[in-house]
């Protein structure tokens, strides 16, 4: 039967049908993998189109908010005060000076011709101290993206505020400043530091730093810099795109730094002081260093470094000066211990069983030992006096090196530590790291090892180079401050704690942000017995009439310590070194270091400074 519908024809299904039969293909559907591809391509654009939204918009957003809002304003900045130092009794060792800058607005001051520059830096530099060359090369460089505003000149007298307003430069604006005033310029130089203009190696390690910004140099002001910078505020005045003011101003108040509360006494600090100057002038000498620490703390009560300078204003003397007076001694110099050396080393003679305290070895002034190479010629290693017969306490207290060469090489009937095993108690004792002090520049000694040395010189390591270290010379080196914990340790019986100096950060509000507590480094008590030992002849080196630091028996009470003198630069010339504690026994009672470059007569010229030092602590804090 015909139907209707079944007749029906579709134009498009045969124009189709004959076209596909015209080009002889056929089709293929798209396989899943495409689509997959266009859709990760499509990902991938997407992601990184957001990245990009998310780095300009919130990454980088606060740096072109801040451009968006110089281009149609003129911003006045205000200066945050910087924080300030208070010594442990909360006296303040720096002020910041209210003052004024000159401050140059580029995008003003570069729309107009090059000669008309000239004549304006040339008018500017009449009035204040400013040098057109290095002007016109800051200008040069200067990073336009970064910021639109310059500081030509600080430190403005109000004579030189009036002259310049009455120019009416309209790129040139007058600011409120702040300098830094360091309380007994000198005295105080290498605990604080100082502060100085960023420099391009600055702005590379901080994005956020500007031409214009003031950063610590050396120092605490280095080493707790972002937290006392505190945040600029501004004032914000709005314009039109004909530089008119519209009347709308905007206020930013500014976020002063954190104060910072130190371990330091001010008081011991300033004897300290002035009694090694006083020292070191009476000698001829130039250089030293000196420490005072609470060995049951960590904390840093006064740390002198000699020569020092002004850090209320660096000069080129200082930078060229070839004795250093930049350079802080206590963290970053390293020196051969001396004798300083020898109560480490027999603390590990007794805790190994190398000797015990019955033991004793006869000086005579020298030993000789074999020389391989030319049997008729003996090697001689000399002590610094003949002393006799002596054991752990009286070699600790008389400094005998031949006791020391028997307990640290061997010799006759003594077997000796070796050089590893002294390498070993060097490390458990902290001398091959640092001590994590808070101050920046601190350096490692260097513990010489027979690796070391025959990859370095082609030559064997000898039992005379274990003799010359167990004694503190050879390549051995330590820093003060490595050499003061170690001592400290002692004295504590086993705990050695991380040396401090900033005990707490406080904001604006009066509120403690930031508080150090005492840290311990190592846990060295298993050492306890033998310590125990090496103080009783530390006590001997001062209370015994034969010991190397007997001046101090005249104290009115007791200290173990032990002196040190190290000879350097081909034997030519000889450093000083006093280390020890007391009040012995007490529960209140201070470790202190002594060092005295280029001594005439050896560890005797530090022992007076530590009299002095130990009498005034006594006097003005503990019998108080």
């Known amino acids: ?18 076209m596909t039969s015209s080009l002889d293909c056929m089709e293929i559907p798209l396989s899943k993998g495409t689509f997959t591809l266009v859709i990760a391509m499509a990902a991938i654009v997407v992601a990184i189109v957001s990245g990009k939204v998310f780095f ?239 060995p049951d703390t960590g904390e840093i009560l006064a740390m002198v470094s000699l020569p020092t300078f002004d850090n209320n204003e660096i000069t080129r003397e200082d930078l060229v000066n070839p004795n250093r007076p930049l350079f802080n001694r206590v963290v970053s110099g390293l020196y051969n211990p001396a004798s300083t050396i020898k109560p480490l080393v027999a603390t590990a003679a007794l805790h190994e069983g190398v000797v015990d305290t019955n033991k004793s070895v006869y000086s005579k002034g020298y030993i000789e030992i074999p020389n391989p190479y030319h049997p008729d010629q003996p090697s001689r290693f000399v002590d610094w006096k003949a002393h006799g ?13 031949i006791y020391f060469y028997a307990t640290g090489g061997g010799f006759e009937d003594i077997k000796g530590l070796g050089i590893e095993r002294l390498r070993s108690y060097w ?19 260097f513990l010489p090892s027979i690796e070391e040395k025959e990859e370095r010189t082609k030559l064997p390591w000898r039992i005379g180079d274990t003799y010359n270290v167990s004694i503190g010379q050879g390549d051995l ?36 942000i930031k508080e150090q507590q005492p840290e311990i480094l190592r846990d060295i008590s298993q050492l306890a017995g033998s310590m125990n030992e090496v103080e009783k002849g530390m006590i001997e080196t001062t ?18 310590g032990k002196t040190g003198s190290a000879q350097v630069s081909m034997k030519q010339k000889t450093n000083a070194f006093f280390t020890g504690y007391g009040p012995v026994g007490e529960e209140k009672k201070i ?14 010229n530090s022992v007076p400074v530590a009299y002095d030092v130990f009498r005034w602590y006594y006097e003005n804090r503990i019998s108080k």
Do not use: C
Request: proline fraction near 3%; aromatic fraction near 8%; charged fraction near 25%.
């Open 427 to 445: 490390h458990t004792f902290g001398l091959d790291e640092k001590t994590g002090i808070d101050m920046p520049g601190e350096k490692v000694g």
């Open 591 to 604: 470790v202190i270091l002594v060092l005295i470059e280029d001594a005439r007569e050896g560890g005797s």
């Open 56 to 294: 300009l918009g919130v990454n980088a957003g606060t740096f072109y908010k801040n451009r968006a809002v110089a281009n149609v304003s003129d911003v006045t900045v205000r200066p945050a005060e910087r924080g300030i130092f208070f010594d442990r009794n909360d006296t303040p060792l720096v002020r910041n000076i209210a003052t004024f800058r000159v401050v140059l607005n580029l995008s003003d001051f570069l729309k107009k011709p090059a000669d008309v520059q000239g004549q304006e830096l040339d008018q500017l530099a009449q009035i204040v101290a400013i040098n057109k060359e290095d002007m016109q090369s800051w200008l040069a460089n200067v990073n336009l993206e970064r910021q639109s505003a310059i500081v030509i000149a600080r430190e403005l007298s109000i004579e030189q505020v009036a002259i310049i307003k009455n120019l009416s430069f309209d790129d040139i604006q007058i600011e409120n400043d702040f300098t830094r005033q360091y309380e007994e310029p000198g005295m105080f130089s290498h605990v604080t530091g100082y502060v100085g203009l960023v420099s391009d190696k600055d702005m590379e390690k901080d994005s956020d730093l500007l031409l214009n910004d003031l950063i610590g140099k050396s120092g605490l002001e280095l080493q707790y810099d972002e937290e006392l910078r505190g945040t600029n505020g501004a004032t914000i005045d709005y314009r039109n795109a004909k530089n008119e003011s519209l009347g709308q101003q905007t206020e930013i108040a500014p976020e002063r730094g954190r104060n910072a509360y130190l371990t330091i006494d001010g008081g011991l600090q300033t004897y300290f002081y002035g009694r090694l100057k006083e020292q070191l002038e009476n000698m001829g000498r130039t250089a030293g260093a000196g420490i005072a620490m609470d």
């Open 389 to 401: 017969w002596v054991n752990v306490y009286s070699a600790l207290a008389r400094s005998s090196n």
């Open 1 to 18: 039967m015909w139907r209707q519908k079944d007749s029906e024809l579709f134009l498009e299904e045969s124009v189709l049908d004959d």
């Open 477 to 512: 080196t330590t820093t003060p401050i490595e050499l003061i914990n170690y001592i400290a340790s002692i004295s504590t019986k086993g705990k050695m704690y991380r040396p401090f100096i900033m005990k707490k950060l406080v904001n604006e509000k009066g509120e403690t």
């Open 543 to 560: 209370q015994k009439e034969y010991g190397t630091a007997k001046l101090l028996k005249n104290l009115p009470f007791v200290v173990a």
